[in-house]
């Protein structure tokens, strides 16, 4: 069955360092979605791609969409304590969403 | 505007049992869906509806059931509740359904079988 799984599963990184999630879907996507879930909260939207290929940033943060559709990343610059929680992808495929297994990013001062 | 509000926020039941939890979307938002999220794991989808009717269906077994009114506001049912349905249930809004949007989440119903 569709599955669609993120590495790493934990990262930790010193405030100022750069930080990498990666999605993988076992199938193609018709578009992936990002989200970013705090302790104790719920996944909050970040952005979304489409197209094959597609790059998108948000300040520190860039989204890429692979050529095939299949896998994306989430890049962040220089993190901050405030980039803190866990981070998860979600593809669409028909009407249903996968989310993947998420990444959870702690960030030491 | 007030957000996704889901109720109650907290549940605790007994194997067998059946338990309903309730979602109201964002005002203006036709479509609900709900997930299911065991603690360390991503949300697994369970249903989207769509102007009062299912579009997408996850995994699950039928013991697992949804319906939306015509508010769009929406309920899940789970019946003869199992241990292993103990999560947190989250229910997310958008405005549309297929074209893939922005799904706003609410702050779940944490539910524990004992």
């Known amino acids: 069955g569709q599955q669609v799984m993120q590495i790493p599963q934990y990262q930790h990184v010193q405030e100022g360092e750069d930080f990498t999630t990666y999605c993988n879907s076992s199938?193609?996507?018709?578009?992936i979605q990002w989200y970013k879930q705090r302790p104790g909260g719920h996944p909050v939207f970040l952005i979304q791609l489409v197209k094959s290929g597609e790059v998108k940033k948000q300040k520190r943060l860039t989204f890429q969409f692979g050529e095939a559709k299949k896998n994306s990343s989430l890049h962040i610059t220089a993190t901050q304590t405030t980039d803190v929680g866990t981070y998860f992808c979600?593809?669409?495929?028909?009407?249903?969403?996968?989310f993947g297994t998420g990444t959870s990013l702690t960030v030491i001062p | 505007d007030a957000g996704v509000t889901q109720s109650p926020t907290h549940l605790i039941k007994t194997r067998g049992q059946q338990v309903t939890l309730r979602c109201s979307p964002i005002?203006?938002?036709?479509?609900v869906s709900w997930y299911q999220q065991v603690l360390g794991q991503g949300p697994q989808f369970i249903f989207q509806?769509?102007?009062?009717?299912?579009?997408g269906r996850g995994n699950f077994p039928d013991r697992f059931s949804a319906r939306q009114f015509p508010n769009y506001s929406s309920e899940l049912n789970v019946n003869a509740l199992l241990l292993g349905d103990s999560a947190l249930y989250l229910c997310?809004?958008?405005?549309?359904?297929?074209?893939?949007?922005?799904?706003?989440f609410g702050p779940g119903t944490r539910l524990t079988v004992l």
């Open positions: 997310a809004s958008s405005l549309y359904s297929g074209q893939t949007n922005e799904q706003f």
């Open positions: 509806y769509y102007e009062k009717e299912e579009r």
């Open positions: 199938t193609t996507l018709s578009n």
């Open positions: 979600a593809g669409q495929t028909g009407n249903q969403f996968y």
């Open positions: 005002s203006g938002h036709k479509s």
